[in-house]
């Protein structure tokens, strides 16, 4: 398989033919080798238009969503950016590409340990992934240009408001267990938010103090 035209033709069928059009996003997504971040016996599948298992539960998202939240943030390059919910290190790759340093918070070893060896056997080095309760951010980094949930959470977790920066972008999913609404929180001052709806999704949920509890998602 031609990994280089699968992703060439992810990139024009899934994410700029419904409407992704930033630059910066369309060619992060044509350099990053989506495939590395799923089991080999996944390669084949890994340019489809469909999230696929990770282990532990999780999921790496569908191109398209990986995509579009990446332009929600509006980033022009050089920013600092918090992600939460490392789970590959796909979405931290992406962004990589654009920002100058990605802060990644993910709460499950196994998965930190995964994504950090593939982060680093493709050159990607300006990601620092930390093991921790994600919900509450990554408070001694802060503040950030943007910050980046990839996981569904029931309300907006306080501790992602304090740590924007000004004018720094907030993008989240939020809702019940099964259906959310992808926000984008733009910080206008000190307590001056403008929110926004971007479109319908489902997440993987939010797990941790801040978001849902362990119990209320088996």
């Known amino acids: 398989m031609d990994y280089?035209?699968?992703?060439r033709l992810m990139v024009e069928r899934q994410i700029e033919a419904r409407g992704v059009r930033d630059p910066l996003v369309i060619e992060a997504m044509k350099r990053v080798p989506r495939h590395r971040f799923v089991e080999e016996a996944l390669?084949?599948?890994?340019y489809g238009d469909?999230?696929?298992?990770?282990g532990e539960k999780q999921t790496i998202s569908q191109p398209y969503m990986v995509a579009l939240m990446t332009e929600a943030l509006q980033l022009r390059g050089g920013e600092k950016v918090l992600e939460i919910g490392t789970g590959s290190g796909y979405q931290a790759a992406v962004l990589a590409q654009i920002a100058s340093r990605v802060y990644?918070?993910?709460?499950?070893?196994?998965?930190?340990?995964?994504?950090?060896?593939v982060l680093d056997d493709i050159g990607c080095r300006n990601v620092n992934i930390k093991l921790s309760d994600g919900t509450v951010g990554w408070e001694e980094e802060a503040p950030f240009d943007g910050i980046i949930v990839t996981a569904g959470s029931p309300g907006v977790p306080p501790g992602y408001l304090a740590?924007?920066?000004?004018?720094?972008?907030?993008?989240?999913?939020?809702?019940g267990r099964?259906?959310?609404?992808?926000?984008?929180?733009?910080?206008?001052?000190?307590?001056?938010?403008?929110?926004?709806?971007v479109v319908g999704c489902r997440f993987v949920p939010l797990i941790g103090k801040e978001g849902w509890s362990e119990g209320e998602v088996v």
């Open 50 to 54: 469909h999230p696929l298992p990770i």
């Open 104 to 117: 990644s918070v993910e709460r499950i070893a196994s998965l930190a340990r995964r994504a950090r060896l």
């Open 178 to 197: 099964e259906h959310q609404v992808l926000k984008r929180i733009v910080r206008q001052g000190a307590a001056d938010f403008r929110e926004e709806d």
């Open 163 to 175: 740590q924007l920066a000004p004018n720094g972008r907030l993008v989240i999913p939020v809702g």
């Open 4 to 7: 280089a035209i699968a992703r």
């Open 43 to 46: 390669w084949s599948q890994a």
